[in-house]
C-alpha cells in the first residue's frame, strides 16, 4: 500500500511536481471561462500547504503561483482586444450575466478593476477579457496586472502555506481539535436525530 509518508518523500525529492501544479492551476483558474470551474481558491492554499511540508521556499512557490496568474489574465486580456465589441458573441449566453457584471464593474472601478477584479469570485477570470474586449490600452493594462497580481498570490498561496506549517508542526493537536470539534457539534447539533 502507498503510504503518505511515500509521496511527501517523492515529492520533496521532485518539487518540480508542486510548482507546476501551482504554475497550472493559477494559470488555468485565470483563464477566461475555464477558470469559473475552476475551484482554485480552495486547491491553491492546500498546494501551498503541500509545499510547506517538503521544504518549498515560500517565495519560490509564490513566484510560480504569480507566474501562472499574469500569463493566463494575459491570455484572456489579449482574447478580449481580438475579438472587440464580438465579446457578446464569444461568450456563451450561460455566462452573459458575468460579463454584464465585469462590464459594470469596470465603468465603475476603471483601470483600479483590473487589481480589485481578482478578489471577487467569478468577476476573477472575466475582468481581462472584458478590459481587452472595452479596448483598454496595453499600457495600463499590464502594469496594473503586475503590480496587483502578487497580492492575491500572496493572500492564497501564503495563508495556505503557513497554515501547512502549523499543521506539519502541531498536526496531532489539529487532529486532536478536529475530533473535539466535529463530537461537540454532533452532541450539541445532533444532525443525524439520535436523541429522542
Same mark, same amino acid.
Given at each position: 500500500m502507498f503510504e503518505f509518508s511515500s509521496i511527501l518523500e517523492f515529492l520533496e525529492n521532485n518539487p518540480g511536481w508542486i510548482t507546476w501544479t501551482m504554475?497550472?492551476?493559477?494559470?488555468?483558474?485565470s483563464l477566461v471561462i475555464v477558470g469559473l470551474f475552476t475551484?482554485?481558491?480552495?486547491?491553491?492554499?492546500?498546494?501551498?500547504?503541500i509545499a510547506a511540508s517538503v521544504n518549498?521556499? *515560500?517565495?519560490?512557490?509564490? $513566484? @510560480?503561483?504569480?507566474? /501562472?496568474?499574469?500569463? &493566463?489574465d494575459s491570455v484572456s486580456f489579449i482574447i478580449g482586444k481580438s475579438?472587440?465589441?464580438?465579446?457578446?458573441?464569444?461568450?456563451?449566453?450561460n455566462y452573459h450575466q458575468?460579463?454584464?457584471?465585469?462590464?459594470i464593474f469596470m465603468k465603475k472601478y476603471g483601470i483600479l478593476s483590473v487589481?480589485?477584479?481578482?478578489?471577487?469570485?467569478p468577476l476573477r477570470c472575466i475582468v481581462p477579457l472584458t478590459a481587452g474586449s472595452l479596448g483598454m490600452k496595453s499600457r495600463v493594462?499590464?502594469?496594473?496586472?503586475?503590480?496587483?497580481? *502578487?497580492?492575491?498570490?500572496? $493572500? @492564497?498561496?501564503?495563508? /495556505?502555506?503557513?497554515? &501547512?506549517?502549523?499543521?506539519?508542526?502541531?498536526?496531532?493537536?489539529a487532529i486532536l481539535g478536529t475530533v473535539l470539534i466535529v463530537?461537540?457539534?454532533?452532541?450539541?447539533?445532533?444532525?443525524?436525530?439520535?436523541?429522542?
Open positions: 504554475f497550472i492551476l493559477v494559470f488555468v483558474e475551484p482554485a481558491t480552495l486547491i491553491v492554499p492546500g498546494v501551498a500547504a518549498i521556499n *515560500p517565495l519560490e512557490i509564490l $513566484a @510560480y503561483a504569480t507566474l /501562472g496568474m499574469i500569463i &493566463g475579438i472587440g465589441h464580438k465579446v457578446d458573441e464569444w461568450v456563451p449566453v458575468y460579463l454584464s457584471q465585469a462590464k487589481a480589485l477584479g481578482r478578489f471577487i469570485g493594462f499590464f502594469p496594473v496586472e503586475i503590480l496587483a497580481t *502578487p497580492f492575491w498570490t500572496s $493572500a @492564497y498561496v501564503l495563508t /495556505g502555506y503557513f497554515l &501547512g506549517v502549523a499543521l506539519v508542526e502541531y498536526f496531532t493537536y463530537s461537540m457539534y454532533a452532541v450539541y447539533k445532533d444532525p443525524m436525530k439520535l436523541r429522542k
